[in-house]
Each structure stands twice: as C-alpha cells, then as structure tokens.
C-alpha cells in the first residue's frame, strides 16, 4: 500500500477546507491586480498540479498571493497582460537556476524585519487602494498617493448612492469574516472568506444592487501564451526590473512561510533549495500560460495544516477541485461583487501589518523595529522594489554598526607610560573614536597599546593605528609599543610554531 494511502482520508478533507479558502483569495487578487478572475483560478490549479506533487515543504500551498498584488498591477500597467507572462516565466526560470544552484536557503539570511516590513508596506497598499475599490473609485497609481486621497474619495462615496452601497457591501464582508472565528466550531469548518462571498453574491442577485460585478470570458480566453515579439522585451529595463523584484519577493515569502509553516505540523521539514526549485517550475507555467505570478501562501498553508492534512496528496487535490469548478461552474463568478472582493483583500492586507510586533520589537530592539517602519514606509512612498532595497542596505548598516562595538580603557598616571586597552570589534565605523583618543595621549612619554582583547580589527583601522604609531614614535621621545595584534595573539602561534606550554 502506497504510504499516502491510510493518509488519505485526512488529506481529502483538508484538500476541500483549503480549496475554499483559495477560491475566492484567487479571484480577489487577480481582479486587484488587474487581470481576469480565470487567471488567478489558473495560478492556484497550477499551485495544486504542478508545484503540489513535487518536493520541498509537504504541506505548504501555492497559488496567487496579496502580497504579490501591488507588484502585478504596476507589472500590468508598464508591461502589459504579455510583458506579464514573460516576467513570471524569467522569474520561474530564474527560480530553478537558484535551486539547482541551491541557494535556496541564503534567503533565511535576509532580515526578518526587512521581510515584515515588506509585508507591512504591501499590506498598506492593499488596503488603500482596495478601499477604493470597495467604494467602487478608481485608485491613483502610486501608493502614497492612494494614502493621500482617502479622505477625499471616502467623502465622495458617502455622497453618492451607489457608491455608498458598494461601500456598504465591503464592510459588511469585513464584518462577516471577523465575525466568523466567533462561530460554533462545527461550522467554522467553511471559511469565513467564502461565507463573506456568497452572502454578498447573494444580497446582490435577491436586492439587485447597482454595483460591479466579476466579468467572466472564459479560462481559455483569458490565457495568453507569450510569443516573439513579447521575448523580443527581453532587453527592457522595466521588464528586468519587474523580474528582479518578483524573484526577491516570491522567493522571500515562499521560503519564509515555509518556516512558519513547519511551526505547524510534526512531518517531514521544508528542503529550501527544492522549494525553492518547486516555486520555479510553477512560475514558469504561469508565465507559459500568461497567468499571475505563484508563491506558498501561508493562509493556505496554515489551513492546510490546521485541517489534519499528512501528505502533498491535499495540496494536489486542491489544484484537482479548482480545475473542476473552472471546468463545470465558471458562470457563477458573474455574480460575485467587487465590492465584496474588495472587502476580502482589506482584511488580508490588514492582517499582513504586525501592528503588535511592532511595538513589541520596539521595546526590544529598536534598531530592528526602525529598518521594518522604514521599509514599509518606503514600499508606500516609492515602490516595491526600491522599497526592499532600502531595507535591506538599512539593514545591513545596522549590522555593521551593531558588530563595530569597541571599548577603549585608558590608564595614565602622569608619570610613566600611557597604557591604552582596545576590547570588542573595531572597524572603520569606530575608527573617528579612536583615532580621538589617541591623539589625546601625551607625546612625551611611552605609550603601550594593548590590542589583545580585539575580536576583530579590520584593514582601516589596523593602518590607521600603524601610522598613528610611527608618528607618534618620531614627533618626540615617546615610543610605541603595540601588543598582540589580533592574527599575531600569544595563544595564536603562527604556522610551524609550537604552543606554548600551559602553566
């Protein structure tokens, strides 16, 4: 017996909870990111049949994510539907290389912060512009623009009928799915998401509400393989542009929710570098297809895992029930609110702020909590990519600061010589502190300078103490003596040389 099989019943039931969960979060991010509903239902079928059988976490689930809205929208608009499919098949293909080269796991390098703060910045985007969304306004293109015209656009739809229904529809889909997790848990099992969805699909057939609904053309209409002359875009530097920040951010939330996930469940842990080449693979039939962009979402995934789920057996099944409800019930999209959408993605964009973890990183590390406010201000105020890099330089400043702590103990007693002790790491970020203090000491007399206790003592610094020494030796009668340089330590004998004897 195959030993997915005694598995199987468990994995069948969580393949329905997560394919709940997914259906209306595929629908909502492709209408946010300004593609046809069918495509996002093609990126979470690919999610389930072509990433769901291969190796690398055993429960996460793939399929089009919130946090990648932002990036697909500015990607559509630039780019356009083609330009889109080829940055999500050269993002796939890069993918794969960085998998078989495995470099999967150089990804948990990346600061947590920077990566919260990514979520966070994508988060308030989300949110600013879906709320648009759900008053049934067009959004300004950029995301510090979109925070801006809140106030003005909330005045317009409280003045306007429809307007204000579509509004009322996407709070009352808010408060549905909020609402939910208080219910009997025998009927928590269908997910609040889906509930919030067909209530609103619902009051908008029975009442006929004027707003917006999901246009449907069909699965097969909406693909659009990528031909020549979209290939022939290779060389645009917008288009490499989107690819090196659909790389960074997919990559970074797939294998960062691969480590959240693994909180989850007691089977086999993630394999980094095969995920990473399972995401590839994915991506690179959604570029093929011309469909979103693929990454692990985590709340499938958590789903998944809270739905009893053993084997990669319930995340293929999802892909298989997704299929059929392309297949056999496409038409019902046709009823579904934009508003009530809207409503869906608010919430997750709000869940993606750590407004708790904020303040509790704050009390414990500031240093931290200041690269992810930054980043995510930087998201909101210049754009994605842009976004994360300045996190990640900010990030990396902060660790260069954080690994230059040195002290400098100075003992002079006028009379004979100055004795200088260095202790900690000392770089070229410390080096104005020190150079301060030893221009300070008495050039008539000797000055010993003891660098034994030096974990680290980088080129600047070591040459700028070297010529420190030998003017200090030749402008009067003080000589320099300088003890232990940190790869010449009495406990570090050079090579060829014994150890000396312990006492």
């Known amino acids: 017996m195959p030993p997915s099989l005694p598995h199987l019943r468990h994995d069948v039931a969580a393949s329905l909870v997560v394919f709940l969960v997914a259906l209306p979060l595929c629908i909502g991010v492709a209408v946010a990111s300004g593609v046809p509903a069918e495509l996002g239902l093609v990126t979470g079928i690919v999610g389930g049949l072509v990433t769901g059988p291969m190796r690398g976490s055993s429960i996460q689930v793939s399929g089009p994510a919130a946090g990648m809205t932002v990036l697909v929208f500015e990607a559509v608009r630039t780019l356009g539907p083609a ?82 229904t579509a509004l009322a529809v996407a709070a009352a889909t808010v408060l549905v799915i909020v609402g939910w997790r208080h219910m009997p848990r025998r009927v928590r099992w269908v997910p609040g998401a889906l509930v919030a969805v067909l209530l609103a699909a619902l009051a908008t057939a029975l009442f006929d509400l004027p707003i917006a609904t999901v246009r449907v053309s069909g699965v097969l209409d909406a ?10 875009a290779l060389t645009d530097v917008a288009l490499l542009g989107t690819v090196l920040a659909f790389v960074l951010i997919a990559s970074a939330e797939s294998l960062f929710g691969a480590a ?76 579904v609110p934009l508003a009530g959408l809207a409503g869906i993605l608010v919430h997750a964009g709000w869940k993606l702020i750590p407004f708790r973890g904020v303040v509790a990183l704050w009390r414990g590390h500031r240093g ?70 030893l221009e300070a000491l008495p050039r008539d007399r000797p000055v010993e300078l003891d660098l034994s206790g030096l974990h680290h003592l980088d080129h600047a610094c070591r040459t700028a103490l070297e010529g420190w020494a030998e003017r200090h030796s030749t402008a009067g009668p003080g000589a320099v003596r300088l003890h232990a340089l940190p790869e010449q330590r009495p406990d570090r004998p050079a090579d060829g040389e014994p150890a000396p004897a312990a006492p």
Request: net charge positive; hydrophobic share 55%; proline share 3%.
């Open 83 to 164: 330009g889109l499919g080829v940055a999500v098949l050269l993002t796939g293909l890069v993918q794969i290389a960085m998998g078989l080269l495995k470099w999967g796991r150089w990804f948990r390098a990346i600061s947590l912060s920077v990566v919260e703060g990514m979520l966070a910045g994508i988060g308030l985007v989300i949110v600013a512009g879906q709320l648009y969304a759900a008053a049934g306004l067009s959004a300004p293109a950029s995301g510090a623009d979109r925070l801006a015209g809140l106030p003005v656009a909330l005045a317009r739809a409280l003045t306007g009928a429809a307007t204000l």
């Open 223 to 232: 693909v659009r393989v990528p031909g020549a002359d979209d290939v022939a």
């Open 368 to 437: 931290e909590a200041l690269v992810l406010v930054v980043t995510a201000v930087a998201i909101v105020g210049v754009n994605m990519l842009e976004g994360v890099l300045i996190g990640l330089a900010l990030s990396v400043a902060k660790a260069a600061w954080d690994l230059s702590h040195v002290r400098v103990d100075r003992a002079d007693d006028g009379q004979g010589p100055a004795r200088v002790s260095l202790s900690g790491n000392a770089n070229f970020l410390r080096l104005p502190k020190l150079l301060d203090v």
């Open 260 to 335: 959240a996930v693994d909180r989850l469940h007691d089977g086999p842990r993630t394999d980094y570098d095969r995920e990473l080449l399972a995401q590839g693979c994915g991506n690179t039939v959604c570029g093929l297809l011309g469909a979103l962009p693929m990454t692990a979402v985590i709340v499938r995934s958590a789903a998944n895992a809270q739905a009893g789920a053993r084997t990669k057996a319930s995340r293929v099944l999802h892909g298989v029930w997704l299929l059929l409800f392309v297949a056999l019930l496409p038409g019902t999209l046709t009823y």
